[in-house]
């Protein structure tokens, strides 16, 4: 009995650490993706950019971080001036992980918006 709790025990911390490695790098891109859109949006609000030129930028970005989302499924809206406005962006994206006997989608809203002090 003793020998079955021990192969018991060293399979849930195997199976925790394997379920680990698959599920926190999905939401630690997020996160960082997350803080991109924020920022480019908190700097874009008082840039002549453009929405299309924001929109490369943060497509670039997830790229960079291997974030499947298509360049179409970022949405940027620019309201107001271009130096005292307000600058949304949204991306919502899947991720799907193959786990042993249980897919799961991990769905993403990488979202923010920034308003200007003027």
């Known amino acids: 009995m003793a020998s079955f ?6 399979f849930v911390i195997a199976a925790s650490i394997y379920l680990g490695a698959k599920i926190v790098p999905p ?3 997020n996160y960082q993706f997350q803080d991109a859109i924020k920022n480019e949006a908190t700097v874009d ?8 030129d924001i929109r490369k930028a943060i497509y ?3 790229q ?6 298509h360049e179409e499924g970022i949405k940027v809206q620019r ?17 799907h992980l193959d786990l042993p006997g249980y897919p799961v ?7 923010t918006e920034n308003k200007s002090v003027f």
């Open 5 to 10: 709790k021990l192969f018991f025990g060293i």
């Open 27 to 29: 939401y630690f891109e």
């Open 45 to 52: 609000t008082y840039t002549p950019k453009t929405e299309d």
């Open 60 to 62: 670039r970005k997830a």
């Open 64 to 69: 960079e971080l291997e974030i499947p989302i």
């Open 79 to 95: 309201q107001g001036s271009q130096f005292a406005g307000v600058v949304s962006i949204r991306a919502n994206y899947v991720v």
């Open 105 to 111: 989608d991990l769905n993403f809203d990488a979202s």
